[in-house]
């Protein structure tokens, strides 16, 4: 059955250090893979995503992620963290493209130390 | 544009009563889907609605329902509640297109006691 693991439930990095969120997926096909981000009491916001193409992609908020098909990464990398982006961080999968379906990861909450 | 809309925010209900949730899509979006989210399960699917029919269920019992209407706003129900509904329901929507983005709203927070 397809997966996404994130192996770090939780981490913490001073701010204007740089950061690398992992994230590994189980699947057959060429998979559609986000990351999300939930800031505390809210919904989901989508970073960025990769359908086909570069394999780096680029996102919102200064975020990138790489896709690698040899290790069935696709981690989410930001060069100098802010305090605002503090939150839990959401890798997913697109199963079965003939409908949509996300299949999340358990998420990696992001403390960001002064 | 806007989002994606979801009421109500926030809702209390008493064990054994039902809740019907409310979301509106974004202009022009087709498939609209349900997430529920819990410290223990984390996220996990309930179901999509594409024009008006349920493309996919997810491992939920038969208690949870949902249903699409003709301006693509989707409603889902839960019957005979239980403590263990307590959670984020998190609605999302797409055009249902092969690899499009797909949206998410704020959530509503429901908790049953």
């Known amino acids: 059955a397809q997966s996404v693991t994130q192996p770090d439930i939780h981490i913490t990095v001073s701010e204007g250090a740089s950061l690398e969120l992992r994230c590994n997926y189980s699947?057959?096909?060429?998979?559609?893979l986000f990351w999300y981000v939930q800031s505390p009491g809210q919904g989901l916001q989508l970073l960025l995503k990769y359908f086909s193409g570069d394999t780096l992609v680029q996102g919102i908020k200064g975020f990138e992620a790489e896709f690698k098909r040899s290790q069935s990464s696709f981690n989410l990398r930001k060069p100098s963290v802010h305090w605002s982006d503090a939150a839990e961080y959401f890798c997913?999968?697109?199963?079965?493209?003939?409908?949509?379906?996300?299949?999340f990861g358990t998420g990696t909450r992001l403390l960001v130390s002064p | 544009k806007a989002g994606v809309t979801q009421t109500p925010r926030y809702l209390i209900k008493t064990r054994g009563q039902q809740v019907t949730l409310s979301c509106s899509p974004i202009?022009?979006?087709?498939?609209v889907s349900w997430y529920q989210q819990t410290p223990g399960q984390g996220l996990q699917f309930l179901f999509e609605y594409f024009s008006e029919t349920q493309r996919n269920k997810g491992n939920f019992p038969g208690r949870f329902s949902g249903r699409q209407f003709s301006n693509s706003r989707s409603e889902m129900n839960v019957s005979t509640l239980e403590l263990g509904d307590s959670a984020l329901y998190l609605c999302?929507?797409?055009?249902?297109?092969?690899?499009?983005?797909?949206?998410f709203g704020e959530g509503s927070w429901l908790t049953v006691v």
């Open positions: 999302a929507s797409s055009s249902g297109a092969q690899g499009d983005t797909i949206y």
């Open positions: 997913a999968v697109v199963v079965n493209t003939g409908f949509q379906k996300l299949v």
């Open positions: 699947y057959g096909a060429t998979p559609y």
């Open positions: 202009s022009g979006h087709r498939s």
